[in-house]
């Protein structure tokens, strides 16, 4: 197919084209009429992701004999296992990949390609930290401290506060590198841990003049603060490891593996995270190299944070069709703008672990400051950017500033709990991002937040939400580890049947699950015949009855699937019983064949430093937002009233309370709210796991004083008929929390009058 190029603006064009298309289709003209067209209205046809060399990637798990009359080994990476090969010819290089996939002693082999990956960035912006620096009008590190809007950025003040700031802590930039001579840049820079894996030399310097992408990922993550000098990253103190990769054509599949192995694998881990802001466009690029690559690195300690990609509307646009992003060993950013909502580019999808501020971009919206190429003439600020200093931009965004944030909190987390990895970032990211967007409904978020059985909260759009450096790292003190990873697989399960053409039902099949440990992901591998597989989508239930979408149909005229997806919408659920899983085909007239399927669960949990007590609390005929509750909870010695122990702490989203403490032995544990009667749950014995107990609260105590009598109805009754924002209106007589005193709060109180609750 020929590809067709438009500019932005499609105007009347577009419009046009989608007449013609919805003529071909009314007249039944050829499919392959109407794919063409399908395919010029939204997603040009792709450049490939890579070139063939006639070298060939090998990972040996034994001598070198099997490569004999292969070709002459080149070269080693840091890993002396995987060697780079030189053959004869392309033909042959794709021959021995073929031959040696299946020989024993040959964990995998692939083509040495020279890849064409781009960075996830575009020109947005980011001055000084604080507003109307240098000049008026400047809005500052919003994405760090938003003034403007609070709550709306990484949350890194109470981690400073906290004197948190990166120290010790090594990072690696894999990117186009970055200027070590940098002024913001040059404290935190670690020449011992720097390399340029296409120049082959320790100094990771940008090499072009159009090099300029990874200084600003770096002054995301790490600019010194505190130096009086342009801006501060996320984690003012971290050490910054330039890894530099050419995005110019040179680059290779072996480099960039090199890169994700390199001082984070094998006898010398000193790289403790990596921050990749950079992909592929296309969907189903097989890349398992580098997928390899990164599991290889994750199973030594390394975190592994990748930006979730630019290609929103376009084939690509689902991050769980790209291998390297929806790995579980890997942390997948998307973008937030500065007002809230997803940026009008990110990628989303079931594999997204966190939301983080980015660039806008567009009507308005703000971009991000950061480190810049110190002269006018190169870099962002080569005629593009009105920023006065020169060493500074102010339009930098994309996925690949989102990332970069992202790898700064985690910087500062691992800082505070050294033994941090993915698994455990994971989780702690799902127990401390906060919600954005909350009312957000729309397709790519797979209908917007949803709340799984365990209580987590999950969209396609956001992850697990905004990633927040004060909550994460205060929580990755309550933790001493996790316990073993488990897994359990299906198996190959044959299905061989042809998919409804568009048809919403589709094709169902189920498989169970034994284990009965917490969810940690859920990967399902497809493989499907079909003539245009963008018209596909794939849906996942759970025993407990979540549902999440796998992916999403899509503009993409390619053919077939057989690829292995992954979701964190179950996270924590009890993965045992009968799972269901849907196929189904939503556009006509191209059809397929639903091939076979194998599920993959993985599990596991934290393990708490101390005690933790899990209280479950509902509230008699309250509906409002949970989170908004607080609950104050009390350890008393048992058969008393003395407590040893109080905590004032808001509800979680799903009305778990959950409290730390070093307590061991036999306690009883009283809660309170607001408007609820105290209730004591005695004789609990704390230890060193999580105890969970179950609160049912009496509510309609609107005066806190533990009794329902006649004066809380005096208090509803004076604010009856109002709503809890106007004035006269006391709010704690809201007691179903729906924003208006009425006939609900009425019955509520009837309902508990006259009841005390217990001392």
Known sequence: MTAHHFPTRLGSAVLGLAVLTAVAVAQGIDPEVRRTLKGILVDPTPAPAWIPTRNILVRLNGGDAVLMGRGRIVRRLVDPRWVVVETRSLAAAAE?????????????????????????????????????????????????????????????????????????????????????????????????????????????????????????????????????????????????????????GRGTVSQTVEATLYRSSGATTTIAIKNHSYGYSSAYVEASALAGAMVES???????????????????????????????????????????????????????????????????????????????????????????????????????????????????????????????????????????????????????????????????????????????????????????????????????????????????????????????????????????????????????????????????????????????????ENPSGTWTLRVRDVAAPDAGRWNSFSATVRTGRLEPAAGRIDADITLAGFAGPREQIFATIEVRNPGTLVAVEQRSLTLESSGTLRVFTARRGIFDIAVKTPTGLRRRVSGILLGPGAVPITVALDNGDIDDDNDVDHRDMDLLIASFGLGTGQPGADPRTDVDGNGLVDSDDFDIVVQAYGRTGDP
Request: aromatic share 10%; with cysteine.
């Open 96 to 248: 021995a990949v073929q031959v040696l996939r299946g020989s024993p002693g040959v964990v995998g082999a692939w083509n040495d390609a020279i890849t064409l990956a781009t960075p996830d960035g575009f020109a947005p912006n980011d001055p000084y930290f604080y507003p109307n620096a240098p000049t008026a009008g400047w809005p500052g590190q919003w994405y760090l401290a938003n003034s403007a809007t609070p709550g709306l950025d990484l949350g890194v003040a109470g981690a400073w506060a906290r004197d948190l700031t990166g120290q010790g802590v090594t990072l690696g930039i894999v990117d186009d590198g970055f200027e070590t001579g940098h002024p913001d840049l040059a404290p935190n820079f670690s020449a011992t841990d720097s390399y340029d894996f296409y120049r082959r030399q320790p100094d990771p310097n940008p090499f072009y003049s159009n090099d300029f992408h990874g200084i600003a990922v770096a002054g995301i993550v790490g600019g010194r603060g505190g130096n009086g000098v342009g801006i501060s990253g996320a984690a003012p103190g971290v050490n910054l490891a330039g890894l530099r990769l050419d995005f110019r």
């Open 298 to 572: 994750a199973g030594f300690g390394t975190i592994h944070v990748r930006s979730a990609g630019n290609t929103r509307g376009g084939s690509g646009e689902d991050a769980n069709k790209h291998a390297e992003r929806n790995l579980p060993e890997v942390i997948t950013v998307s973008g937030l703008t500065n007002l809230g909502r997803y940026a009008s580019y990110s990628n989303f999808g079931a594999c997204v672990t966190v939301c983080s501020p980015t660039g806008g971009l567009a009507n308005g919206l703000l971009d991000q400051i950061t480190t810049d190429r110190m002269t006018e003439q190169f870099g962002y600020n080569g005629g593009n950017d009105a920023f006065p200093d020169a060493s500074y931009t102010s339009i930098f965004g994309g996925t690949s500033g989102a990332a970069p944030g992202v790898s700064g909190v985690l910087a500062l987390a691992k800082q505070t709990q050294p033994a941090l990895n993915s698994r455990w970032a994971k989780h702690l990211l799902a127990l401390t991002s906060q919600i954005v967007d909350p009312y957000d409904a729309s397709t790519t978020s797979d209908g917007g937040w949803q709340t799984n059985a365990a209580g987590y909260r999950f969209s396609q759009n956001y992850g697990f939400g905004l990633a927040n450096a004060d909550r994460l790292t205060d929580w990755a003190t309550r933790f001493t580890g996790l316990t073993p990873l488990g897994t359990e697989s299906t198996g190959v399960i044959r299905v061989d049947t042809n998919i409804p053409d568009n048809a919403l039902t589709g094709l169902t099949r189920t498989f169970t699950i034994q284990s009965s440990e917490p969810l940690e992901e859920v990967q399902i591998a497809l493989d499907i015949t079909h003539s245009y597989r963008g018209d596909l989508e794939a849906y996942l239930t759970s025993p407990s009855g979540t549902t999440g979408r796998l992916i999403l149909r899509s503009l993409d005229s390619g053919d077939n699937i057989l690829w292995t997806f992954m979701s964190h919408a179950f996270w924590g």
